[in-house]
């Protein structure tokens, strides 16, 4: 932590410059200032001390150790000042760590140094391939006291078992079953404490001369091989093997080699400074940068087996190392904190990502309360240079008084229920979780009922009433687009006024208009999945389905008895959010931080040959209340599924979908689809569609004026199942249809007067 003092007031010399800088920091971070909602007043003093890099918290306070556990770091921040009113100044912190939820496994296993770091910060002390211990022992007994009978019911095991599977996984229930699966297999258990260490196993082996001598061993920071550089099989060769992350190339290397010392840094940071075990011949040794990794190749003047490389290092089973930073990234959503921006995707248009950062100690060190007495918030700092740095800032929002601890509110401002705030705090403080099970067990009981209660709203037999439409309104329509509408004997009207069907995202009234209150409904992915639950309940071909602001802890309490599903996290659909996939309800409950508004269950059988598949069935809704699917076939998108050991990584956003042909999904997926194909899947998804379409119906009525287009969105239900699974639903945008097909919109006009077109649209049947 650097410590500082905030530089005084410009010389009069300076004041035009300082205040033309200050200006274009205003302009710059205006919105940016006044959504975390810091005083006006104290933005000059932020800008003063972002330009100077200014870390002044330490006159004010100090760390002292933590007695209590209503925080996630292990010291606490304590005022040594007299006082400190609210809003009398702003403080900077620190980020000991930026990532992403794709690369953080992939940072602390290839950046020098930064997985003992951020165990340092965090407490998270564990040898690799032995118990990984919390930092603390009261939260972890709490923990275990409550999802004990959870590992037993999901794995199988007896009492005395599951409590020693979670204590090895720092009560994460979901590890914990993994853990036993991995055992029963013949892996090493959670606790790994039972194997030999590759260190024992190679200075058993040379003190017995067995002739057997080690080639290989890793270190947390590299991996070692010894070879034989001639035909006579002495192992007079010894490469040094450091990961580098993406974008690390060699000016980004030092080396240097001494007859017996070795130096290693990547991108300034200090990998290896040791002494060698034995000498080695300088002049022969070299390194080189290839396939990701820097290389270091030493010749060893005596040709004898080495135990370890540098002196004093500290060896690790690959295998136990990379199960050992699975659990600390799965730890990890107790303590980082998202911001999302803005860029460009592939298809140039603008994404909304999320990075995810870990604060420095200070910032760990505040605690939390629901009464805080400061606010801590990330914010991005945009230099003079263009250069955009993290930052997060402290500010008291309450008087403070000396020997007073700083605490801030965890929850975010928009959670203020009590119940739900429980179930948000559960994913960073842990403890006992039987409150957020009796949560899910009382919404699974709502849902059985509501299944039971629901009924589909009948459909006429009549003939589809005859309407006059001539003149179509579409927004946005091109040339395509007109081609097909007057190709089709309809004229495109200039305005909506002069229309008689308005194809348009805003209702028009007095208008046949795209507006259905169905589909409006459908706005945002998290409306949909509390929708589909409330009107259909608990189905078997309807995911489990959690809004992530007004049902966490439902969604907690089932997630930990979920076992090893995996989530679909989405946000609503006027934000351009990736979807999120993770097996981790500690992580899904931070995403909604970031605007994430919905948790869907996604079972493992969905995922086929690392590609998560979602075909959607188009339906039309018309102010007649008859529904027509889309004859001309489904659409079909796939997403690219990272895996670990055939389960996906804990914690990954998916890419941008890709189409995919009947065919060829039909192919991917012959196992899982064996029983009639495809074309049954199909068959049942449309059944679906319509029951949902009509479930929709009986409880809420068009205006006689409105139609809509709805997608229904399905994945496999699981491994050897055709039967689709329902994800969710949304409406379809004017300038979507316009893009799937310029011609949807005249057929739709057709079916709307009456006269629908049966190669396109295929009426579903009374009920």
Known sequence: MAVGEAAGAPSAGNASAFMLQYGRFEAAHRQQLEALDLPRRLWRPLFEKLAQEVFDIGDWAALSEADDAAGIGRNRLCLTAEKLDASATVFLVDHAWTTSADQAAGD???????????????????????????????????????????????????????????VGCQGDPVEAIMAASDGAQGGDAAAGGMQTSLQTQILQQLDAGSGDEPTRWATRSYECVQYALGDGGALD????????????????????????????????????????????????????????????????????????????????????HKRHVQRVVRELWRYLQGYGYMAQGADHTLVKHTNWYMQDEVGLAVAHSDSPNV?????????????????????????????????????????????????????ILQGPAQFALDAWEKLAAEWERTAQAAAPATSAGAPAPRRTVRSLYV???????????????YVLAGTADGADVVFADSPHAGKLCSQHSLAAAFFSAGSAAMILQ???????WLARGFHMQTQITEFVGAAM????????????QGVALPPVLTSSWAAAVRHADVGYTAAVECPPGAIVGGRLTVVERLVLLTPD??????????????????????????????GP???????????????????????????????????????????????????????????????????????????VPVAEQLALDPSLVPSVAAALAGEPDGARWRLAGPA
């Open 561 to 572: 008895m979920a076992g090893a599903s995996v989530w679909l996290l989405a946000g609503d």
């Open 625 to 654: 209340s008859r529904v027509y699917l889309w004859a001309g076939g489904a659409r079909i998108v796939q997403h690219a599924v990272k895996m670990s050991n055939e389960r996906p990584l804990l914690c990954q956003a998916l």
């Open 375 to 427: 606010r801590c918030l990330p914010f991005l700092y945009l230099d003079s240079a263009g250069r955009m740095t993290p930052f997060s800032i402290l500010w008291p929002v309450a008087p403070i008084h000396r020997g007073d601890t700083l605490v801030r509110d965890y929850c975010p401002r928009w959670l203020a229920d009590p119940a739900q705030r429980k179930g948000y705090l559960l994913a």
């Open 475 to 489: 927004a946005g329509a091109g040339a395509e687009a007109k081609r097909a509408i007057e190709g089709a004997g």
């Open 237 to 320: 060769g010894i490469d040094i093997r450091v990961p580098l992350r993406p974008g690390v190339g060699s000016s980004d290397v030092k080396c240097a080699f001494s007859p017996q010392h070795l130096t290693i840094s990547v991108a300034n940071a200090v990998v290896v400074d040791g002494e060698l075990h034995a000498p080695i011949d300088v002049d022969s040794s070299t390194w080189a940068v290839e396939d990701g990794a820097l290389c270091v190749s030493l010749v060893k003047r005596d040709p004898k087996p080495w135990p370890v490389a540098i002196t004093g290092e500290q060896h690790v089973d690959p295998r136990a």
């Open 534 to 540: 409330r009107i259909a309940g608990a189905q078997r």
């Open 657 to 731: 979908a890709t189409e995919l042909a009947e065919a060829e999904f039909a192919g991917q997926a012959a196992n899982a689809t064996e029983a009639g194909g495809f074309a049954q899947f199909a068959q049942a998804a449309d059944q679906v569609a319509v029951a949902v379409t009509r479930l929709l119906l009986s409880v809420e009525d068009g205006d006689g004026l409105s139609f809509g287009l709805l997608a229904f969105r399905f994945v496999l239900g699981g491994e050897g199942e055709a039967a689709p699974l329902l994800v969710g639903a949304r409406s």
């Open 108 to 166: 602390l296993d290839s950046t020098p140094g930064l997985l003992d770091r951020i165990e340092q910060l965090t407490g998270m002390h564990a040898p690799c391939g032995g118990s990984a211990a919390g930092p603390a022992s009261d939260p972890l007994a709490a923990a275990v006291d409550a999802n004990v009978f959870v590992v037993m019911s999901q794995a199988g095991v007896d009492e005395a078992r599951a409590r020693e599977l979670l």
